[in-house]
Each structure stands twice: as structure tokens, then as C-alpha cells.
């Protein structure tokens, strides 16, 4: 009997090491999946932008590739691993790949008219099936008149010369600024204007984040024409399952303000739910929808691009969920009036407009748009946007320096007395997007100044900016 109850002991004490050692397995298998997905993800948050970038940036901007794997490698995040950063282009099937040493590659598809979209290899894109000249055409005439004939507006004024100049100064070492327009317009008509080689009147460029300006606009549009209010819930289908949903109390104006309090703030790229969201998934309005609420709405600030595509996916949703009738309603409700001929929008693999970063336009188109907003959301005796919607748009949110689509100096943040201080008027109000992309809206002076560019160092180029600004203000002062 002793020796039965050794034996079982024995078998006891084997049998817990056993599950010791499955449960530390299990354990340190978890640890290293942890460990190695996450940069995983973020390697092909990385390898998407890039190959996103070559393939946007040179099959509707027409520039040249290497130059543009170049400049977008040394952006922060991925500078450090620029060594290994590669690219491959087929300019015949207009595809780029991007990968880190052959890891974790991401390929961007570019299709005529609606621009690139990244996916994995196993994953084709919703294939709009709509034809933008013939929109365009029927769209009509623009309302908007004329800003400048078709050469490039070079000032006579000295002053007007020397603040493009300072537009375009680079410093002596690297971060630089790499401006590749510059757009001065002053009582609705273009004063000054310049462009990098190989830019023109024409280029369509990026706008990044002043793509949300954008959205500000549809969304103003379907508010004017009586489809949705700002103050209602937003609909969005999946908060809808259940009638406890906490995320119902959410409204469109939380979303446009970003205050949801839904996990989705923007932080450090590649890890962050927007890096996930626009390099990792097919259906990134489906990816924002399924985040968790943190606090609650309208009581946080924290500033969040996946917002905005719930947004985009609220204005797919309000003109029937067909992706072809967003292009329809953008084109015949605010390019073609304003007479922007030059956009490009992009879309997501499920055919949601990517509201959040991805729209083309030349530099002056940009000025158009905020055109728009200089003048009160009316062009040619048409109100496009409805009365007070400018003043929702740049009024600040929760103390920030952020309104609903535009950032705003009227406010009492620190960020909005340090531009006011060095000389951007308290009124003022610009779309921003990464890398020193501005619309800049100046009421009281009537002016509207577009900067579109690759400037690695953002806060540098607003100082920079400001600096122009008031130097421009001073030159019209008396025109």
C-alpha cells in the first residue's frame, strides 16, 4: 500500500509538471504572438503608406516615383528603417509594392479616376463602375467665378515676391521643407502664385487630413438640403443591434468635432486604431464602427481620423449606400459648382470614400474650397452650406484649438494665441493636413492662402507660415 501511494504521488507530481510546463507554453506563445504581431502590424501600417504614396502620388500626380520613395521615407516613424525600406512599380498594371527586407509587404492598386487603394494580395477592391468626365459634364458650369486664367499668376509686387520666396526657402540642412505650391488669393482672384518643378496650375496634389475639410462641406451640403441634422444620432448601423447601446447617444457633431469618446484616437503611427484601420483593413468604416466606447460623448477631445470615415460612411449611407452616387453628389453638389476639375477622391476596397486623408486637388482647387467658406458657404448667389455653418465650423471644441473639420484661432488654447501672436488674425480658421498642407481662411483680410507641400517638420513649417502670412497681409493691405 506504501508503495501504491508512492506511485501516486509520482503520478501526481508529473502530471502538475505537465500542466505546468503546457501552461507556460501556452503562455510564452501568447507572449511571442503578442510580441511579434503587433510590429507586424505595424510594419504593414508602414509598407502600406509607402506603397499607397508611389502609387498615388505617381499615377495622378505624375511624379516621379524615386523621388517620391525618397522623400516619403523619411518622414517620422519610418526614417530609422529607411535602409531596408523597398518598392516595386508595374507601370503597365499600375501596382506598387512596398515592403520591409521582403516583410510584411503591402501592394496599392491604382485604378483611372478614383486613385489607389491598398490590399493584400488575396483581397480585390469594389470596382466603382461610373464615368467622372461624363459627371463632370453634367454637372454644368461653375458658379464659383473664375479665380485666374490659365498661366501662372506672377506678382508684380515686391512684397508678394519676397513672401513667395520665404514660401520656398529651404534651410541649409535637412528637416526640409519641400514646398510644391504656394496660392495667394485676395478678393476671390489669385494675386501670387508659384510651384515646385514638375508641379502647374493643374497638378493634383494631396491634401492628407484637409480631406476632412472636405467631408465638412458634404456634410454641409446634405444638411442644407434637409437629409441630415448635426444634432441627431449618427446612424450608424451597427450601433443600432441594441437599443442600450451606449454608442446611440453618439451624434454626427460629436463625430465632426471628435468627441465620440469611442476608442479611436490617433497616436503612434502604426499602432494606432487609424494606422490599422487604413493599412489593415478592407472595410475601414466597418473597422471605426466596431470600436468600443472609452468616455463618454461630447466630454473628451482627442483627435481621430477613423472619425471621420464613420462620417464618410454617414454620407454613403444617406445617398443610398451606392458608392457611384457619392462621386455623383460630390461632383455635382460642390466640385462642379465650385469649379474644381482637377479631384481625385479614393476610396476603400468596400467603396467608402476615404474621407479621412484622400483627396487630390491642385493647389487651385484647394483655394476654391475655401473660397467657399470665405464666403459665408455662398458662391454666385447660391448657398451651398447652410447659414451659421461657418461659424459651427471654426468655433473651437471642449478649450482645443479644433472646430468641426477645420482648426480654429478662435479660441483661448495655447496653440491659437501662439498663431495669433505671430501674426495669423484671431478670426482665422484653415484646413491642415500632415507634412504642412494648408488652407488658410482669413475673413477680415479676404484672403485665402493654400501651401501644399512635404515638410517633415510641421510645427517648423507653421512658424514658417505665419511668418508668409503676415507678410502677405501687409502687401494687400492696401490693394
Not at 487603394?117 to 461624363?134: C, G, K, N, Q, S
Not at 462641406?217 to 444634432?231: F, K, N, S
Not at 451597427?238 to 476608442?263: C, K, P, V
Request: net charge neutral.
Amino acid at each position: 500500500m506504501v508503495q501504491v501511494r508512492r506511485l501516486n504521488g509520482s503520478r501526481r507530481h508529473s502530471l502538475n509538471r505537465r500542466k505546468i510546463v503546457l501552461v507556460a507554453s501556452l503562455f510564452a506563445i501568447v507572449a511571442v504572438a503578442v510580441v511579434v504581431f503587433r510590429p507586424y502590424r505595424a510594419v504593414r501600417a508602414m509598407t502600406g503608406l509607402l506603397a499607397h504614396d508611389v502609387c498615388s502620388k505617381t499615377f495622378i500626380s505624375n511624379l516621379n516615383p524615386e523621388l517620391v520613395f525618397a522623400e516619403a521615407i523619411t518622414r517620422p516613424g519610418i526614417r530609422r528603417l529607411k535602409w531596408a525600406l523597398r518598392y516595386d512599380l508595374d507601370g503597365h498594371a499600375k501596382v506598387v509594392r512596398a515592403s520591409l527586407a521582403g516583410w510584411g509587404a503591402s501592394r496599392a492598386v491604382f485604378h483611372d479616376g478614383f486613385g489607389c487603394v491598398v490590399l493584400d494580395d488575396a483581397v480585390e477592391p469594389y470596382l466603382l463602375r461610373i464615368d467622372i468626365e461624363a459627371i463632370e459634364s453634367a454637372g454644368g458650369t461653375s458658379i464659383l467665378p473664375d479665380i485666374a486664367g490659365p498661366a501662372v499668376v506672377v506678382p508684380s509686387d515686391i512684397k508678394l515676391r519676397t513672401a513667395l520666396d520665404h514660401a520656398f526657402e529651404e534651410p541649409a540642412s535637412p528637416p526640409y521643407r519641400r514646398t510644391k505650391a504656394f496660392v495667394v488669393v485676395h478678393d476671390g482672384v489669385i494675386i501670387a502664385e508659384r510651384y515646385a518643378p514638375g508641379i502647374g496650375v493643374d497638378t493634383p496634389l494631396i491634401g492628407w487630413s484637409m480631406t476632412k475639410s472636405v467631408v465638412n462641406a458634404l456634410i454641409g451640403i446634405l444638411v442644407q438640403q434637409g437629409r441630415l441634422t448635426v444634432a441627431q444620432p449618427a446612424p450608424i448601423e451597427q450601433w443600432r443591434q441594441t437599443t442600450n447601446d451606449l454608442r446611440n447617444a453618439i451624434t454626427i457633431e460629436h463625430l465632426m468635432r471628435m468627441t465620440s469618446g469611442l476608442a479611436l484616437d490617433d497616436a503612434k503611427f502604426g499602432f494606432d486604431p487609424s494606422s490599422q484601420m487604413l493599412y489593415l483593413h478592407r472595410d475601414m468604416a466597418g473597422f471605426a464602427a466596431a470600436a468600443a466606447l472609452e468616455t463618454a460623448p461630447g466630454t473628451r477631445w482627442a483627435y481621430s481620423s477613423p472619425s471621420t470615415l464613420l462620417l464618410s460612411k454617414i454620407i454613403r449611407d444617406s445617398l443610398g449606400g451606392v458608392p457611384e452616387r457619392t462621386l455623383e453628389f460630390a461632383w455635382h453638389e460642390l466640385f462642379v459648382p465650385l469649379g474644381m476639375r482637377t479631384v481625385t477622391l479614393e476610396f476603400d476596397a468596400t467603396g467608402t470614400f476615404v474621407g479621412s486623408l484622400y483627396m487630390f486637388a491642385s493647389a487651385r482647387d484647394w483655394a476654391r474650397l475655401g473660397l467657399l467658406y470665405l464666403q459665408d458657404g455662398s458662391v454666385g448667389g447660391r448657398r451651398l452650406l447652410p447659414d451659421g455653418w461657418i461659424e459651427f465650423s471654426a468655433r473651437a471644441t471642449l478649450g482645443t484649438d479644433y472646430g468641426a473639420g477645420f482648426w480654429t484661432n478662435r479660441s483661448d488654447n495655447e496653440g491659437a494665441k501662439d498663431r495669433v501672436s505671430r501674426g495669423i488674425p484671431h478670426n482665422a480658421f484653415y484646413a491642415f493636413g500632415s507634412l504642412g498642407q494648408f488652407v488658410m481662411i482669413l475673413p477680415t483680410e479676404r484672403l485665402v492662402i493654400v501651401r501644399l507641400g512635404d515638410s517633415i517638420d510641421e510645427s517648423a513649417e507653421l512658424r514658417s507660415l505665419a511668418q508668409v502670412v503676415s507678410d502677405i497681409i501687409l502687401a494687400t493691405q492696401r490693394r
